[in-house]
Structure formats: structure tokens, C-alpha cells
């Protein structure tokens, strides 16, 4: 087992320097370790901005190092106070203490720091366990087999030995990581694993706002991409590819991806699952609507009972090649798109080849169970109302009744 191994090791290695340093500078080292670890993190936080703006731009090791190198300075600084503890100590003993009590205390000051330094072995065990257990957690899920780096192997099998000794507990004692840095990895691998539940994440209500963003258009439409996922491409491929890495390499698009996520892990999760939202389903309005033209025509006929035969075949045709890319987006913060609209009063002398084509943006009111308000933004329109009948969504206010259906 190498967490044994490195257990081993760790514990036999500071044994060793234990008993070499001596008790006091060991000592010291200890609390330096206790110390380290529960300032490091609130530490790396105030920090993270220097490293930052000295060029640390990647996310993981923008999290990652601050901590870790707040760590290393604490632990110096008392290994620094140690070493001048020390010192004066031996000095004492040396030149004021006497032959015997030097040999005593020498004796005392070896085994004493040899226990000690078993403490400190332990110590490094249960962070270096920590450790281990929180990124295995993320790199097993995201594991592609032989395609992931030695190092991810490696981690990969110290996670899982983590897991068979029972030490994964001691590691779950200190850990001092929120829930939803757990979650998100279950995320993560859940959709890793499944490629096709990138289409129903993509559908997930919180998201639609960041769906419409060009570089997320850009990265579900890039056919490499698509491929690399249809094979199973390493993660290290995918982060590589150049539409991954212009989301990567941008702060604000991240915060902003992160900000969605962490209020909806939770849900997030049922609705990759099952697809259903229990924080979203009730707001019916929710979701990608697709224009469905005979609907929408037989509202037509509905509504003009007299309408010829042939008017209202020319008016089919119209709008067959009118609206076929025509779709209507609601989002959580109460904002719409309606997008791919054409000129949407039929002239009485026929229709307008070509259609002038727009795209609007609204902003929705919920009215009643199934009756919404929608206003352009910046106004100088008139307002649209919309139904809802079951997948069916009628857009009315315009001259011309819009029908879509919910997407799939």
C-alpha cells in the first residue's frame, strides 16, 4: 500500500531529524506545523491578490499556492525562532552547565526530540492525507486511465489507498473544505463521464445566461471539441484545446461561471440526474422555446376563420422560412431573449421577401400560474403577454401570435 509507504517514511525520516535537531528546535517545528495549517488558508486569501498581479493567472494554482506558500514562511519563521531558542540553550549548557549536566541534557534533548519528531511525522501525515484525499476526490472522478499524466496516476492510487486503510476518516477530521467544493467534483465527474449530459446541462435554467455568451457558443459548436468528448479525451486534452483555454484564462467569465454554480450545486445535481428542478420547475416560463409553425398557424386560422386556402398556404410557406431559426430564451434573473425574429405583422398585400430579421431582448413579469408580462428593454414597444399550456408558450401583442414549444 503506498499510503503505508509514505506513512512509513514520513514517520521513520522525522524520527531521524528529531533526533538529530534535539527537543527544542523540534518542538518548535511542531507548533510551527499546528500553527501553519490553521493560518495558511485566511492567509492565502489576503495574499492572492499579490500573487495575481505578479502573473499566477491560472485558477487552480492561483487557490492552491498562496496557502501552500503561507504555509512554508510560518513554518521558517518558527524553525528561524527555534534555532536561536536553541542555541542559547546549548550555550548554557556547554560553557555554564557543567560536563554532567551537558551529557544529560544532550541525552534528553536526542530521545526527547526523537518523539517529537514522531509527532511532527504524524502531523505531516494527517495534512499530507488531507491533501491527498481532497484533489484525489476531484482527479479520480475526472480519471481517464492511461491517458492521464503519471503524477494524476499516482495521486489517483494514493486517493484510493486513502480509501481501503480507513484514513480517508482522519482526513475528513481536519477537513476544513465547504461542502460545495465536494459537490462541484461530483458534478464534474458525473458529466466527464457522461457526454451526453452536456446538452441537459446546458439546458439547466442557471445557465441559460451563460449558454448565450459568445464563448460558450464558440466551444459547443467547435467540432474538435466534440470529438475529443466523443472519445473520452483526457481532462489534460480538453483544457489544452483553444476555446477551453479562452474560458480558462479569463477571471471574470470563471467568477462569473462560479458565482452561477455554487447557489445551485445541489439542484444542479438532481436535475443532471433526473431532469427536473426542484428551485427552478415551479417558474414554468424557464427554459429554451423553439418556434413551432403549425401551431402558429393554426392559431391563424383560429383567429381568421375566413382566410382562403390559398393565402393561407402562402402564409405557411412564409413563415416555414421565416422563423426557422427563430427561438425564445428565459432566464432566472428575469430577463428574455427573443432571438431571429423577422418582421412579425404579415402585410395585407403579402409577405415581406425578405424578412427583416431582429434579435430582442426582454424583461419578464410573472402575472399569474401561467401568465407572464414582457417588456422590451429600453422600451418603445409595445408589451408582449405570454401563455403557457403545458410545453406550449403563445407570445401575443405584435400583430401576429408567436407559438413555440419547449426544446428538449
Not at 26 to 42: K, M, Q, R
Not at 335 to 359: C, D, E, H, M, S
Request: proline residues 5%; aromatic residues 10%.
Amino acid at each position: 500500500m503506498t499510503i503505508w509507504l509514505l506513512a512509513i517514511l514520513l514517520l521513520a525520516s522525522l524520527a531521524g531529524l528529531g533526533y538529530r535537531q534535539g527537543a527544542i528546535r523540534v518542538a518548535c517545528s511542531f507548533f510551527g506545523i499546528l500553527a501553519g495549517a490553521w493560518l495558511a488558508v485566511p492567509l492565502g486569501r489576503l495574499v492572492r491578490p499579490l500573487f495575481v498581479a505578479l502573473g499566477l493567472k491560472d485558477p487552480i494554482f492561483a487557490w492552491v499556492i498562496p496557502p501552500l506558500v503561507m504555509f512554508i514562511v510560518i513554518s521558517i519563521l518558527f524553525k528561524a525562532g527555534a534555532a536561536v531558542l536553541h542555541q542559547k540553550v546549548d550555550v548554557y549548557y556547554k560553557y555554564r552547565a557543567g560536563d554532567l549536566r551537558l551529557a544529560l541534557w544532550e541525552r534528553l534533548n536526542q530521545r526527547l526530540g526523537l518523539c517529537v519528531g514522531l509527532l511532527n511525522g504524524v502531523a505531516y501525515l494527517i495534512i499530507i492525507s488531507f491533501l491527498i484525499y481532497a484533489f484525489s476526490y476531484w482527479t479520480v472522478q475526472l480519471a481517464t486511465g492511461d491517458e492521464d499524466p503519471r503524477s494524476v496516476r499516482l495521486l489517483n492510487r494514493l486517493g484510493k489507498d486513502l480509501q481501503s486503510t480507513g484514513l480517508h476518516r482522519v482526513a475528513r477530521a481536519v477537513d476544513g473544505m465547504p461542502e460545495r467544493f465536494y459537490d462541484a467534483a461530483d458534478i464534474a465527474g458525473l458529466v466527464f463521464c457522461n457526454s451526453l449530459l452536456e446538452a441537459r446541462l446546458s439546458s439547466y435554467p442557471a445557465f441559460l445566461g451563460l449558454a448565450e455568451r459568445g464563448e460558450f457558443q464558440a466551444l459547443g459548436k467547435d467540432r474538435d471539441f466534440i470529438e475529443m468528448r466523443q472519445r473520452g479525451a483526457a481532462l489534460g486534452k480538453l483544457m489544452e484545446h483553444s476555446p477551453v483555454q479562452a474560458i480558462v484564462k479569463n477571471p471574470e467569465t470563471l467568477r462569473l461561471v462560479w458565482d452561477t454554480v455554487a447557489p445551485n450545486l445541489k439542484d444542479l445535481r438532481v436535475y443532471l440526474e433526473t431532469g427536473k428542478s426542484p428551485k427552478y420547475d415551479p417558474e414554468t416560463l424557464l427554459g429554451r422555446w423553439e418556434f413551432n409553425v403549425n401551431m402558429a398557424v393554426a392559431n391563424v386560422r383560429r383567429a381568421r376563420p375566413n382566410i382562403s386556402a390559398t393565402e393561407m398556404q402562402k402564409l405557411k410557406k412564409w413563415m416555414i422560412g421565416a422563423f426557422s431559426q427563430t427561438s425564445f430564451v428565459a432566464m432566472t434573473d428575469q430577463t428574455a431573449i427573443l432571438k431571429n425574429v423577422p418582421q412579425v405583422k404579415f402585410p395585407a398585400g403579402g409577405p415581406v421577401t425578405p424578412p427583416t430579421i431582429q434579435t430582442f431582448s426582454l424583461e419578464w413579469k410573472r402575472l399569474s400560474n401561467n401568465r407572464y408580462e414582457l417588456n422590451f428593454t429600453g422600451g418603445g414597444r409595445g408589451a408582449l403577454s405570454a401563455v403557457i399550456e403545458g410545453d406550449r408558450l403563445t407570445l401575443s401583442g405584435e400583430g401576429l401570435d408567436l407559438v413555440f414549444t419547449r426544446a428538449v
